[in-house]
């Protein structure tokens, strides 16, 4: 597994200050294999899609790489201004969410199972660690804020067990921001990334979550939710670990 910093800004990450550094991981760990390469890399690299994640019954599910590969935006906003702390994004893809808050001064990770990704994140002048959420991670049980954003609730395709580890990885008064899917689904599937041009990706399990399954699995595993709220037609909550105070 690659480890990627930038020199400069990434070097007193908080939770993780020195151990960001490292290498192991198992970008396969759960799933993760399947965004390791095309045609996910190869939309990253051409810097657009089309990308998809597509059913075995022929159902497919478009991915906003466009938006993803954009700075921040107005719903993005909703997110980074409820941030505290240090932050990890989980599934950070190219890092707009990581370059966004590392200018705002937060000691920022990103982590994802895809090199492409992390070196996008890192070009972006942030830092990102290339290892599964489900792998050892820097300043376990120390993280103010996760962040789970873009669908990514559904790495893994077993938002309980996803919960749970990022339950492990916050402090005392850590708190996750998760995004729900818009429509009210409750749905774990197989699924390959495609571009409808070269070879699909291997299969894996994927989650989508509407804002009232996000809450039930939440609640599920044992979270507190806080807040939620709606921005440019996306669905966020904000989340504490363990029962209400
Ligand atoms: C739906 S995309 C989200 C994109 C991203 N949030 C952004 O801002 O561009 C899912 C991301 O999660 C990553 N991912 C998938 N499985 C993962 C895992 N087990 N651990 C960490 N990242 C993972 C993928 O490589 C991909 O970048």
């Known amino acids: 597994m690659t480890v990627v910093r930038p020199a400069g800004p990434g070097a007193g990450l908080g939770p993780g ?9 198992g970008g396969g760990v759960r799933s993760g294999g399947a965004w390791l390469e ?19 019954d022929g159902w497919v599910l ?18 980074l201004s409820r941030c505290r702390g240090a932050v990890l994004d989980i599934g950070c893809g190219p890092g707009r969410l990581v370059a966004a808050l590392a200018g705002r001064g937060h ?12 070196t996008r994140t890192v070009r972006r002048g942030g830092s990102a660690l290339c290892r ?17 954003l873009d669908g990514n609730i559904g790495i893994g395709g077993d938002p309980g067990a996803l919960l749970g580890r990022v339950a492990g990885l916050l402090g005392p008064v850590g708190r996750l921001i998760a995004e729900a899917a818009e429509a009210e689904v409750d749905e774990c599937h197989e699924v390959r990334l495609d571009d409808g041009r070269g070879p699909r990706g291997v299969p894996f399990r994927w989650s989508r979550l ?36």
């Open 17 to 25: 200050a020195g151990g960001g550094v490292g290498a192991g991981g």
């Open 38 to 56: 095309d045609p996910y890399a190869r939309a990253l690299r051409a810097g657009r899609g089309p990308l998809f994640l597509r059913r075995p």
């Open 62 to 79: 478009p991915l906003e790489v466009e938006r993803w590969l954009a700075d921040a935006d107005p719903a993005d906003e909703s997110v």
């Open 107 to 118: 000691p920022v990770l990103g982590v994802d199972v895809s090199p492409a990704a992390v």
């Open 132 to 148: 599964s959420v489900f792998g050892p991670l820097p300043g376990e049980g120390r993280w103010t804020t996760a962040l789970l």
């Open 210 to 245: 509407g804002p009232t399954a996000l809450l039930r699995h939440a609640e599920r595993a044992g979270w507190t939710p806080l807040d939620t709220w709606t921005a440019s037609g996306r669905h966020f909550a904000e989340l504490a670990p363990g029962p209400a105070a």
